[in-house]
Nanobody, 121 residues
């Protein structure tokens, strides 16, 4: 069993910034990758960003150039720095552990409870 706890969500004005953090605990061993997804009601789950222990990163097209993912492999943490936030970034953001498949796509296997990010004026 792996537990993931997100923090840092909240309400921010368009153009503002937030930093999300996540810590993995429990039965963790050699986590290949960690990442963030988000979901808004009525929309498909969307990959935000993921990063492997080796440094490979994937970003969703809608956040490239605005969001940055970082990891501390030893501490099993992953952060998401979100800049230039837009109303369409409003969603519940979920931290995850997973791996990159042979195609280079991130595949999650454990999830946190999520943290709400609301971008509104």
């Amino acid at each position: 069993q792996v537990q993931l706890v997100e923090s840092g969500g909240g309400l921010v004005q368009p153009g503002g910034s937030l930093k999300l953090s996540c810590v993995a605990s429990g039965n963790i061993r050699n986590i290949n990758a960690m990442g963030w997804y988000r979901r808004t009601p009525g929309k498909q789950r969307e990959l935000v960003a993921a990063k492997s222990s080796g440094g490979r990163t994937n970003y969703g097209d809608s956040v490239k150039g605005r969001f940055t993912i970082s990891r501390d492999n030893a501490r099993n943490t992953v952060d998401l720095q979100m800049n230039s936030l837009k109303p369409e970034d409003t969603a519940v953001y979920y931290c995850s552990t997973g791996y990159f498949d042979y195609r280079g796509n991130y595949s999650p296997d454990y999830w946190g409870q999520g943290t709400q990010v609301t971008v509104s004026s």
